[in-house]
């Protein structure tokens, strides 16, 4: 969620005016309260809302935004699913949300008050950072985002800005309503800032964890040199820039360098995962939140390329690199410490993965397992519209079923994935996902009508379902 437009949530307060990021004095449009908030001044300013320094508890800090965008029902029933969503995001590495309301004639979002700079203050006040301070802040970005991606969101507006320097590490903030609230009635609005938006965003494609990265790789790139990857000052040339120039890595420290632009890929397919980077910055895995197993995919991307649409004026006073824009419209080394640990983790590992698989094709192999009756055999596709819970859209499944088979392959948008027959009986087939990142999860089909019913039910709250039949093709 959208936090602060340039500081912190976290630490407590107790003296506004000792924070790093002072507050500015209301206006006389501003409400003096809102719920049981009592407002004391500005923080900051986007296309998103206006965020707010307010008291709780006497004494307790807090940010309060005013989500501007949420105008209409619909818009404000999305804006309670994104918070519910955001509550499961790990609070020691993004601001925890401790209050929302969607029902008063301003809606808002409360949030813990991080006292710290943001990454773009740090660094244009001390410089770029270095060594080890530059990896911490690259791992525990990471870490963020990982988390982020786990509660099953998208950030879509990563950047300096949105990197807070609090007491206890950095926190990574502004997730979940950097986009349009409404995607279906907005759907030529992009929703971020120029020099760190990925190709397909320019391209009015969907925003993906993939477009997350590479927003990562850009702000990393500042933090490393002071400047962004692309750094026009012109709107038309930067998002030229983005859309067909290599990016610039000069002061980025050689050993980031191709990581980094791993992530810059013009391709979001070609880039790295936020848990690739994690493990190949730190050697290992990141510890997973007790939600892990239930990390919806993203959207695919749209390949349909259009040009990018002409971008209104920044509503903030910054430079366009960092501006927050409302919208864009229409030899062998010697042995390490630890191997000989490793060398017996590995076998063990491998071991138990095959004990695993072969648990699961003796189980495979029984007598009553069901099997793909001859008249489902087919390659069925068509449109249906797929929901994450905070969002979705229609686009074509495609799912391709072998007669006297108990496996099957499920082309989505939202749940790609290998599937098992789970059950065989009446009028419908009941498949499980036996691969993909929608797992645990079902789906079920049923011939109707001539064609194949589809729906989806897949991990935490992805929904899938076809209006109309899936065709057979051929």
Request: aromatic share 4%; hydrophobic share 40%.
């Amino acid at each position: 969620m959208e936090v602060l437009s340039g500081g912190g949530m976290i630490r407590r307060a107790t003296d506004a005016r000792r924070s790093a990021m002072p507050a500015l004095p209301l206006t006389p449009e501003d409400p003096p309260r809102l719920g049981r908030y009592r407002l004391l001044g500005r923080l900051g300013e986007g296309g998103q809302g206006i965020v707010y320094l307010g008291e709780g508890a006497p004494g307790e800090h807090v940010a309060v935004k005013v989500i501007k965008t949420a105008t209409d029902p619909a818009a404000r029933d999305r804006l309670a699913r994104e918070m519910a969503a955001a509550q499961q995001v790990a609070d020691w590495c993004t601001a925890k949300v401790l209050d929302s309301s969607v029902d008063g004639p301003l809606p808002y979002i409360v949030s813990e008050f991080v006292d710290g700079p943001s990454l773009r203050d740090r660094v244009r006040e001390r410089g770029p950072l270095h060594g080890g301070e530059l990896k911490r802040l690259m791992a525990n970005t990471l870490t963020a985002l990982l988390a982020i991606h786990g509660a099953g969101m998208i950030h879509r507006d990563l950047k300096p800005g949105n990197v807070l320097l609090g007491p206890d590490g950095p926190r990574v903030v502004d997730f979940g309503i950097a986009r349009p609230v409404d995607q279906r009635t907005m759907s030529g609005q992009l929703t971020g800032t120029p020099a760190y938006l990925s190709p397909e965003q320019l391209r009015q494609e969907s925003a993906t964890r993939a477009s997350d990265v590479f927003a990562w790789a850009g702000t990393m790139v500042y933090a490393a040199t002071g400047h962004p990857p692309f750094r026009h000052g012109a709107i038309a040339p930067l998002f030229q820039a983005i859309l067909n120039d290599p990016p610039d890595l000069s002061g980025v420290p050689a050993e980031l360098r191709e990581m980094l632009a791993e992530c810059l890929d013009k391709d979001p397919g070609a880039r790295p995962t936020a848990r690739d980077l994690h493990e190949r910055l730190v050697g290992g895995p990141p510890p997973l939140p007790p939600w892990a197993g239930r990390r919806p995919e993203d959207p695919t991307v749209d390949r349909r390329t259009r040009p990018p649409a002409p971008v209104r004026a920044a509503e903030t006073r910054e430079e366009t690199g960092e501006s927050a824009v409302s919208s864009v419209t229409t030899d062998p080394a010697p042995e390490p410490a630890g191997a000989s640990r490793r060398a017996w983790i590995v076998p063990v590992a491998v071991a138990v993965a095959a004990g695993a698989g072969l648990v699961g094709w003796l189980a495979g192999r029984g007598e009553d397992a069901p099997s793909i009756p001859a008249e489902y055999a087919g390659v069925w596709s068509g449109p249906a519209f797929e929901s994450t819970g905070i969002g979705g859209r229609t686009s074509t499944v495609t799912i391709e079923l072998a007669a006297g088979q108990r496996t099957a392959r499920l082309e989505s948008a939202i749940c790609p994935g290998g599937l098992r027959l789970a059950e065989a009986g009446g009028d419908r087939l009941t498949f499980t996902f036996e691969s993909g990142q929608c797992a645990p999860g079902q789906v079920i089909v049923e011939l109707r009508d001539g064609g194949l019913g589809y729906r989806l039910r897949g991990a935490g709250a992805i929904t899938g379902e076809s209006g109309e039949p899936l065709r057979r093709a051929g």
